[in-house]
């Protein structure tokens, strides 16, 4: 099994940056990609940015230009850089990563145990 393991959660002021850390115990076989996705109370999870083995990105329409995720394959690890944070983007934030399946067709997940961003003044 694998777990990923997040931090630098916590609260900033608008217009401020953090940068989130997801952290894997082990290199995962067959990945696909690795990504973010958050939800705030009462709303669906909804996916924020993800990046695959070949490093292409893609990110929700609500953060282009502000976040920016990339990922260090020797440290087993993914990170989000968010800029220009609103308050709009308060939200507990999950790592998540796409694996294939050793057999038949289809992918599995594994998911982090999230982390709180709150942007607030």
């Known amino acids: 099994q694998v777990q990923l393991v997040e931090s630098g959660g916590g609260l900033v002021q608008p217009g401020g940056s953090l940068r989130l850390s997801c952290a894997a115990s082990?290199?995962?076989?067959?990945?696909?990609?690795m990504g973010w996705y958050r939800q705030a109370p009462g709303k669906e999870r909804e996916l924020v940015a993800s990046?695959?083995?070949?490093?292409?990105?893609r990110y929700a329409d609500s953060v282009k230009g502000r976040f920016t995720i990339s990922r260090d394959n020797a440290k087993n690890t993914v990170y989000l850089q968010m800029n220009s944070l609103k308050p709009e983007d308060t939200a507990v934030y999950y790592c998540h990563a796409e694996v294939r399946r050793g057999y038949g067709s289809g992918v599995y997940d594994y998911w982090g145990q999230g982390t709180q961003v709150t942007v607030s003044s």
């Open positions: 990046i695959t083995t070949g490093d292409s990105t």
């Open positions: 082990r290199s995962i076989f067959r990945l696909n990609a």
